[in-house]
């Protein structure tokens, strides 16, 4: 069935409808540890300042007391993932300084796994089951609130690792 190899580009489409929906509808500002964090994290690499971040845990003063450093109001990134504060700092580059780019990329990223489960569900099932599947993810409200309006990062991992996986399925076919 040709119509369903844009299955992917519709469940990206729908999620990404769904989340300005739910962002527009229910979006506060960042209410969660997590978005205030890595949009903090990516203000500091945009400013130059580097993966730095004045949320210390005492983790971090330790490693800083091993090191013999002293904590002078930032501190190396120790327990966040590089790679989303990263993203962060091109959102929040791209949309100027605020909530909107790092919501804005919470929503990319649902949107992206979305498409990703789609694609799977067409290589390894049918049209109908990847269909299923990618609606699951796109329309869950859990997913919809956790990793848009609170800004989980693990979704971005997700659709990074999803094709990895379906790429060594497939060679091992």
């Known amino acids: 069935m040709k119509s369903a190899r844009f299955l992917p580009v519709a ?3 729908l999620s990404a409808a769904v989340s300005t929906w739910s962002l527009g509808r229910h979006f506060e500002g960042a209410l969660t540890h997590e978005f205030c964090n890595y949009a903090e994290i990516g203000r500091n690499l945009v400013e130059g300042r580097g993966l730095k971040t004045a949320m210390v845990y005492p983790l971090t003063l330790a490693a800083l007391d091993e090191r013999g450093e002293l904590f002078d109001g930032l501190a190396p990134v120790l327990d966040r993932f590089p790679l989303h504060a990263a993203l962060t700092a091109l959102a929040l580059l791209i949309s100027g300084d605020g909530d909107g780019g790092p919501a804005a990329l919470s929503a990319l990223l649902l949107g992206l796994l979305a498409a990703a489960t789609a694609a799977a569900g067409l290589l390894l099932f049918g049209p109908v089951e990847a269909a299923l599947a990618a609606a699951l993810v796109a329309l869950n409200p859990s997913f919809q609130r956790a990793f848009v309006l609170w800004g989980q990062p693990d ?16 060679a091992k076919e």
């Not at 979704?155 to 497939?170: D, E, I, K, R, S």
């Open 11 to 13: 469940a990206l489409l």
């Open 155 to 170: 979704f971005g991992f997700a659709a990074l690792v999803l094709p990895l996986t379906l790429l060594v399925v497939l």
